[in-house]
Nanobody
Framework: QVQLVESGGGLVQAGDSLRLSCAVS????????MGWLRQAPGKEREFVAAISTSGRTTYYADSVKGRFTCSRDNAKNTVYLQMTSLKPEDTAVYYC?????????????????WGQGTQVTVSS
């Protein structure tokens, strides 16, 4: 059974930084492409960032490009999302997710395993 556990969320002020972590267990982490997605109140879940199995390729939503960095440590079975210059519109529950076929994707429905989410709140 594959489990994904996010951590690192919290309440910050605009302009601050946060680093989210997602620890994966019970599967073959190095074979999974990983993604970060978020859902704000009243909105649909949206893509934020994705990283290839090796970590050499990353995708970002236009809204976070240049501010967020996704990375992974295959030795620790962990994926990270470093968030800088946070804005109130970044407020959401952030989820990490895994594509079990190693497919790097921006499509929410193509992720097979999901964490429980971690709340990020950015005050103005």
């Amino acid at each position: 059974q594959v489990q994904l556990v996010e951590s690192g969320g919290g309440l910050v002020q605009a302009g601050d930084s946060l680093r989210l972590s997602c620890a994966v267990s019970g599967g073959t982490f190095r074979g999974y492409a990983m993604g970060w997605l978020r859902q704000a109140p009243g909105k649909e879940r949206e893509f934020v960032a994705a990283i290839s199995t090796s970590g050499r390729t990353t995708y970002y939503a236009d809204s976070v490009k240049g501010r967020f960095t996704c990375s992974r440590d295959n030795a620790k079975n962990t994926v990270y999302l470093q968030m800088t210059s946070l804005k109130p519109e970044d407020t959401a529950v952030y989820y990490c997710a895994a594509n079990r076929f190693g497919q790097l994707t921006t499509t929410t429905s193509q992720y097979d395993y999901w964490g429980q989410g971690t709340q990020v709140t950015v005050s103005s």
